[in-house]
């Protein structure tokens, strides 16, 4: 059992940063990955970042360079550092755990990057 609590949306201006935070409690020593997905009306959720236990980290094209996921075990917080930030960044963005054969999903947080 995997509790994410999300934290950081807003909005902010095209070229601008937000920090987002996924705090997890409850199992966490059961969690392999955490990857930070986003939503826009009408699209399908797609993975934006994803960071491993071992800290391996990959980006979707769209977003690499311009975002940093990033962990701190001390604090069972995992981050995504948006920079440079785009209008087609807008989207709901959610945390998701993965200790398989099971995941766990965070409530969401609204970004909204205006032009």
């Known amino acids: 059992q995997v509790q994410l609590v999300e934290s950081g949306g807003g909005l902010v201006q095209a070229g601008g940063s937000l920090r987002l935070s996924c705090a997890a409690s409850g199992s966490t020593f059961s969690i392999n990955t955490i990857g930070w997905y986003r939503q826009a009306p009408g699209k399908q959720r797609e993975l934006v970042a994803v960071?491993?236990?071992?800290?391996?980290?990959n980006y979707a094209d769209s977003v690499k360079g311009r975002f940093t996921i990033s962990r701190d075990n001390a604090k069972n917080t995992v981050y995504l550092q948006m920079n440079s930030l785009k209008p087609e960044d807008t989207a709901v963005y959610y945390c998701?755990?993965?200790?398989?054969?099971?995941?766990?999903w965070g409530q969401g947080t609204q970004v909204t990057v205006s032009s």
């Open positions: 998701n755990a993965g200790s398989w054969p099971n995941n766990y």
């Open positions: 960071i491993s236990s071992g800290g391996t980290t």
